[in-house]
């Protein structure tokens, strides 16, 4: 049953680092990945996804990448700005099936 | 750009009721799904529907029903409210299976 995972769960920046976001998953047979941003009360926008034959997706100053064999994925932030604050999530969805499995999400804080 | 709308924002209902939830895309997607978002909790799947007329159940669908008469339009059925069934409820949308998923604004449902 795949699992998957999402560390650190909370986050709290200075504007302008950089930073990673991690999405560790346990099957390594997927079909695709993909990066939601949540804001508080709201639904989910997507932010990149990418394909089990793809290593990384850029969109501005997000790159998303994904290692299957390791069954990990990270979310790159560039230039961290306090617009970016959010909760975000990742979702995995396995071969063979057709629903998404999502992560409990990194509340991440970006500081003026 | 894919819009996915979901009718209400906020609903309070009474315990007993029959509530819908509507939700209607705009860009001809096979795919649509009801997602539940509960604190600690995670997105958990309640019902999917990969066709007109054809659904399938996810992890939780007891309490609940859905209906999909036309490929743009997918409504998730409260038979009869419960306080237990008081959480943000998340429609989404993807052309097919491996493509990206969107996601509506979200209802926050209150059964008192």
């Known amino acids: 049953k795949q699992e998957v995972t999402q560390i650190p769960a909370a986050l709290s920046v200075p504007e302008g680092e950089n930073l990673v976001l991690n999405c560790s998953f346990t099957?390594?047979?997927?079909?695709?990945l993909q990066w939601f941003r949540q804001d508080p009360g709201k639904g989910l926008t997507s932010l990149l996804l990418?394909?089990?034959?793809?290593r990384e997706q850029t969109s501005g100053r997000l790159n998303a990448s994904l290692d299957k064999s390791s069954g990990r994925s990270t979310l790159y932030i560039a230039a961290s700005q306090p617009g970016d604050s959010a909760t975000y999530l990742c979702?995995?969805?396995?071969?063979?099936?057709?629903?998404?499995?999502f992560g409990t999400g990194t509340r991440l804080k970006v500081l003026a | 750009d894919v819009k996915v709308t979901q009718s209400s924002r906020y609903l309070v209902k009474r315990t007993g009721e029959k509530v819908f939830l509507e939700c209607v895309q705009d860009?001809?997607?096979?795919?649509m799904f009801w997602y539940r978002q509960d604190p600690g909790l995670g997105l958990r799947l309640i019902y999917f529907?990969?066709?007109?007329?054809?659904?399938e159940k996810g992890d939780i669908p007891e309490g609940y029903s859905v209906s999909r008469e036309k490929k743009e339009r997918f409504s998730l059925i409260l038979e009869s409210a419960s306080t237990n069934q008081t959480s943000m409820y998340l429609c989404?949308?993807?052309?097919?299976?491996?493509?990206?998923?969107?996601f509506g604004q979200g209802t926050r449902l209150t059964v008192v």
């Open positions: 989404a949308s993807r052309l097919e299976a491996y493509t990206e998923a969107f």
């Open positions: 099957d390594s047979a997927i079909y695709n």
């Open positions: 990418i394909q089990s034959s793809q």
């Open positions: 979702a995995v969805l396995t071969s063979g099936t057709y629903k998404y499995i």
């Open positions: 860009m001809d997607h096979e795919n």
């Open positions: 529907s990969y066709d007109v007329k054809m659904k």
